[in-house]
Structure formats: C-alpha cells, structure tokens
C-alpha cells in the first residue's frame, strides 16, 4: 500500500529559475498540505489544500503557489527562486482538512544555487 | 515568534533508560498535539499524539503527557533502543479553526548508545 510519494527527490536549480515539486497523496486522503524544512528547523507550513480548494496559507511570499487536481495529487510551484529557497520540502496528505494525523511523504531536498 | 519549543536539541540515552523529550507551547488555541520522528533523508513518521482533553496517551514504549496549565508536554520512551535514535519534532494543531495545519517545533536529536 503506496504511503506519500514525492517526486524528485531532489533538484539543484539556479537562481531565478522555476520550480515544480510534485506529491501523491495516500490513497482515500482528500487533504494535501506542503512544508519547507530548512536545515536546524522544524518543518513550516506553506499551505493546505482540500477537495482542490485551498483552506490554508502560511507566511510565504506570493512567489509560492500550489495546487491540487481531481486525482488529490498536489504541484508546489515556486517562482524566481532566491538563495533561502534551498530546503527540504514535504507534502502530507491526510483524510480530510479537519484531520490532525499527517503522513509525510519522504521529501524534495531543493538546492539553489 | 515560536509557538512550539524544544528547547533541547539534543539527548544522549543509554539503551535500556528512559528518554524524557520536553515540548512547551505558546499559543492556547493549540487543542492537539503530536510527536514525529525523522531519520535523515526521509520524512517525518507520526509516532503518537494526544488531544488537549486528555493528560496521558500510550502506545507500547511510547507515551505522552500534556500539562494545560504549564502549556507544556513531554514524550516518554522506554525503555529506549539504539533504533530509536533519531530526531523527534513536536508539532501541535488548532482543530477548532476547522482546518489542521501542524505548528512544528525544531526538534531534539535523540542518541540512544547500546
């Protein structure tokens, strides 16, 4: 039974380039949510999507942008990288926008150089 | 502004002991809170969690106390195996906003010795 998947894996990108990560979410979960790790932190939210609505935004510039598709699959677009982009980036899906128990898929490490 | 700390970003335990990992939190609108674990190169993996009406969940070597009052939790493992060395995030969650986004803290680096 597939658990969260993520691709790549990882991605070294330049300066002002865009990227876009990818996430599957575990089978029946209808929530997605996307969080920046930064190496000596905790995981931060980026967002949270549900039913392809989003129904959360954390404290991310508007260079960041996401969505969900009818399949529960999620993109995490990010545009004009900067330096500070370089982190590890995660998707959790959960059963619904209301359910605490996430599951984390493995993660995208993003280098920026 | 840190709503969740750990305050300790590491703990050396030797196998058999107990491993205490402490959590406090800020904000009272925090109603749920959870325990991961990551190994290096993989993503966060959900161990246990406890919901702000209970004081005490256990699951096998597991378990975890909420103190309300000192806006405070801990983890508790034992007895502790050289497995579980990892690093452990506390993370906590306002259900009442009808949507659960995790408030994570950064972590304890968890070292059991045989």
């Known amino acids: 039974d597939a658990g969260v998947t993520q691709s790549p894996t990882h991605l070294i990108k330049t300066r002002g380039q865009h990227v876009t990560l990818r996430c599957s979410p575990i089978?029946?979960?209808?929530?997605v949510s996307w969080y920046q790790q930064v190496l000596g932190q905790g995981p931060q939210f980026i967002f949270q999507?549900?039913?392809?609505?989003?129904?959360g935004r954390g404290n991310f510039p508007d260079r960041f942008s996401a969505r969900q598709f009818p399949n529960y699959s999620s993109e995490l677009n990010v545009n004009a990288l900067l330096l500070g982009d370089s982190a590890l980036y995660l998707c959790?899906?959960?059963?619904?926008?209301?359910?605490?128990?996430?599951?984390f898929g493995q993660g995208t490490r993003l280098t920026v150089v | 502004d840190q709503q969740v700390k750990q305050n300790s970003p590491s703990l050396s335990v030797q196998e058999g002991r107990i491993s205490i990992l402490n959590c406090d939190y800020t904000?009272?609108?925090?109603?749920?809170f959870l325990w991961y674990k990551k190994y290096p190169a993989e993503g966060p993996t959900f161990l246990i969690s406890?919901?702000?009406?209970?004081d005490k969940n256990e699951d096998g070597r597991f378990t975890v106390f909420l103190n309300k009052s000192a806006k405070h939790l801990s983890l508790h493992i034992v007895p502790s195996q050289p497995g579980d060395s990892a690093v452990y995030f506390c993370?906590?969650?306002?259900?009442?906003?009808?949507?659960?986004?995790?408030?994570f803290g950064k972590g304890t680096m968890l070292l059991v010795s045989p």
């Open positions: 959790a899906s959960s059963l619904g926008s209301g359910s605490t128990e996430a599951f």
């Open positions: 089978s029946g979960h209808k929530s």
């Open positions: 999507y549900y039913e392809k609505e989003e129904r």
């Open positions: 904000n009272s609108m925090f109603d749920y």
């Open positions: 406890i919901s702000s009406i209970k």
């Open positions: 993370a906590a969650s306002a259900r009442m906003t009808g949507y659960s986004t995790l408030t």
